[in-house]
């Protein structure tokens, strides 16, 4: 069982930074593949980045490759997505996710409840 909380959201301007956190408890995510969705209001949920168990590998989606940075400290038992040059697009709640590294939301067991995301225009 892993239990995840998201933070760092919150309203920004276009062209500004932020920087997500996922804090994982109930077991280390050191064995886990993780993964941010985003949820925009009357869209799907969609991949945005993933990065493997070990942080050696990463996976974006087109709409946000050059601009944001998923990473993830095992040791503190947490994951990050940098977002620079923030356009509003981007506006959405933010989740993230264990489980198995890869783009689809199937890949993942566990998923926190999300951190919104407003980017003004």
């Known amino acids: 069982q892993v239990q995840l909380v998201e933070s760092g959201g919150g309203l920004v301007q276009t062209g500004g930074s932020l920087k997500l956190s996922c804090a994982a408890s109930?077991?280390?995510?050191?064995?886990?593949?993780m993964g941010w969705f985003r949820q925009a209001p009357g869209k799907e949920r969609e991949f945005v980045a993933a990065?493997?168990?070990?942080?050696?590998?990463?996976i974006y989606a087109d709409s946000v490759k050059g601009r944001f940075t998923i990473s993830r400290d095992n040791a503190k038992n947490t994951l990050y997505l940098q977002m620079n040059s923030l356009k509003p697009e981007d506006t959405a709640v933010y989740y993230c996710?264990?489980?198995?590294?890869?783009?689809?939301?199937?890949?993942?067991?566990?998923w926190g409840q999300g951190t919104h995301v407003t980017v003004s225009s």
């Open positions: 109930g077991r280390a995510l050191s064995t886990y593949g």
């Open positions: 990065i493997n168990s070990r942080g050696t590998a990463t």
């Open positions: 996710a264990a489980g198995t590294y890869g783009l689809f939301k199937s890949s993942y067991n566990y």
